[in-house]
């Protein structure tokens, strides 16, 4: 099992910078993807950003250039940042950090239990 704590939400204004941590413990060795998810009132949840064990990062078109995904790793734990630059009121979501680790032939999928992020006007 991979357990997923999240911190760094809040309240922002448009314009305005947040970093999201996600601190993953358990069979973190496991892990081969971690990510943000962000789900919106009455939208389903999207990917937002993701990065490999390998290091590759994938965005969402609506958050690139704006949004960097990193991870740092020690014995312990991985912890995954998302910093949000030039926030818009559209970012306004909660922020779900994701894990995935293979399964054959699935995929164990974990989740965080959400952060809330809302950018005013």
């Known amino acids: 099992q991979v357990q997923l704590v999240e911190s760094g939400g809040g309240l922002v204004q448009s314009g305005g910078s947040l970093r999201l941590s996600c601190a993953a413990s358990?069979?973190?060795?496991?892990?081969?993807?971690m990510g943000w998810y962000r789900q919106a009132p009455g939208k389903q949840r999207e990917l937002v950003a993701s990065i490999t064990r390998g290091g590759s990062t994938n965005y969402a078109d609506s958050v690139k250039g704006r949004f960097t995904i990193s991870i740092s790793r020690d014995n312990a734990k991985n912890t995954v940042y998302l910093q949000m630059n030039s926030l818009k009121p559209e970012d306004t979501a909660v922020y779900y950090c994701?894990?995935?680790?293979?399964?054959?032939?699935?995929?164990?999928?974990?989740w965080g239990q959400g952060t809330q992020v809302t950018v005013s006007s």
């Open positions: 358990g069979r973190i060795f496991s892990i081969n993807v």
């Open positions: 994701n894990a995935e680790s293979p399964n054959p032939p699935f995929t164990s999928k974990y």
